[in-house]
C-alpha cells in the first residue's frame, strides 16, 4: 500500500546506546517531518526536511539527528539515547504545503 | 510557549450529540488551519481544513469554524458516532512554503452508545 512506512515500529534501548529510526515514503512527496507524541503535549516536530538535500530544526531538535538521504527516505537518529527520549516517534510527508500523511509510528522506550 | 491550546484533554458525548472540540492559538502567522484525528496504534490522519480567508468549512458532519479575531478554532461534530472516538488534534501551518505543522495538545473524544 502506497504510504509511510516506519521501522521499526517498537524499540528499547538502555541509556546511552544509539539507534537510527527509518522513514520511507512512496508519493513522491518533497517534504518530509519527524515528530514526536507525548502524554499532555501533543505532537513537536524534532526536525524537518523541505526538499530532498535540506534539512532543518524543528521546536525539539536537541539530542537528534536527520539524514534526507534521497526523496524517499528520512532517517532520525538517536546518538546517545536518555530516558528523556522515551515517546511515540512520527514520520510524515507532504507534497506541498500542509496535507501530510503520517506513518503508524514508532514507540521508543529508553531505560 | 505554547502557540496552540486544546484546553480540554477529553470530551465525553452521547451518541446522536454534537461534539465540539475548541483550540486556542496566539500567532498569526498562521494561513491554514487542520483538524487531525488519530486512533491508538496508529498514525494521525487528516479529518478537515480551513484558510484563513474563510470563517467556516462544512464536510458532511464535520464543520470547522475559525474566529480569527479570538485566534480560536472549533471542530463540530453533528450527529456524534461511537466510531469518532479518537484523539483529535488541531494543527496550524505557518504562512510560507515549508510545509511546518504546530500542534495541539490533543483532545480525546468519547461518544457513548
Known amino acids: 500500500n502506497a504510504g509511510v512506512t516506519q521501522t521499526p515500529k517498537f524499540q528499547v534501548l538502555k541509556t546511552g546506546q544509539s539507534m537510527t529510526l527509518q522513514c520511507a515514503q512512496d508519493?513522491?512527496?518533497?517534504?518530509m517531518y519527524w515528530y514526536r507524541q507525548d502524554p499532555g503535549m501533543g505532537l513537536r516536530l524534532i526536525y524537518y526536511?523541505?526538499?530532498?538535500?535540506?534539512?532543518d530544526k524543528g521546536e525539539v531538535p536537541n539530542g537528534y539527528n536527520v539524514s534526507r538521504l534521497n526523496k524517499r527516505e528520512f532517517s532520525l537518529r538517536l546518538e546517545s539515547a536518555a530516558p528523556s527520549q522515551t515517546s511515540v516517534y512520527f514520520c510524515?510527508?507532504?507534497?506541498?504545503?500542509?496535507?501530510?500523511?503520517f506513518g503508524s509510528g514508532t514507540r521508543l522506550t529508553v531505560v | 510557549d505554547q502557540q496552540v491550546k486544546q484546553n480540554s484533554p477529553s470530551l465525553s458525548v452521547q451518541e446522536g450529540r454534537i461534539s465540539i472540540l475548541n483550540c486556542d492559538y496566539t500567532?498569526?502567522?498562521?494561513?491554514?488551519f487542520l483538524w487531525y484525528k488519530k486512533y491508538p496504534a496508529e498514525g494521525p490522519t487528516f479529518l478537515i481544513s480551513?484558510?484563513?480567508?474563510?470563517d467556516k468549512n462544512e464536510d458532511g458532519r464535520f464543520t470547522v469554524f475559525l474566529n480569527k479575531s479570538a485566534k480560536h478554532l472549533s471542530l463540530h461534530i453533528v450527529p456524534s458516532q461511537p466510531g469518532d472516538s479518537a484523539v483529535y488534534f488541531c494543527?496550524?501551518?505557518?504562512?510560507?512554503?515549508?510545509?511546518?505543522?504546530?500542534f495541539g495538545q490533543g483532545t480525546t473524544l468519547q461518544v457513548k452508545p
Open positions: 510524515a510527508s507532504a507534497a506541498q504545503g500542509y496535507g501530510y500523511t
Open positions: 508519493m513522491n512527496h518533497n517534504s
Open positions: 526536511s523541505a526538499s530532498e538535500g535540506t534539512t
Open positions: 500567532n498569526s502567522m498562521f494561513d491554514y
Open positions: 480551513i484558510s484563513s480567508i474563510k
Open positions: 494543527a496550524l501551518h505557518f504562512s510560507g512554503n515549508t510545509g511546518k505543522l504546530i
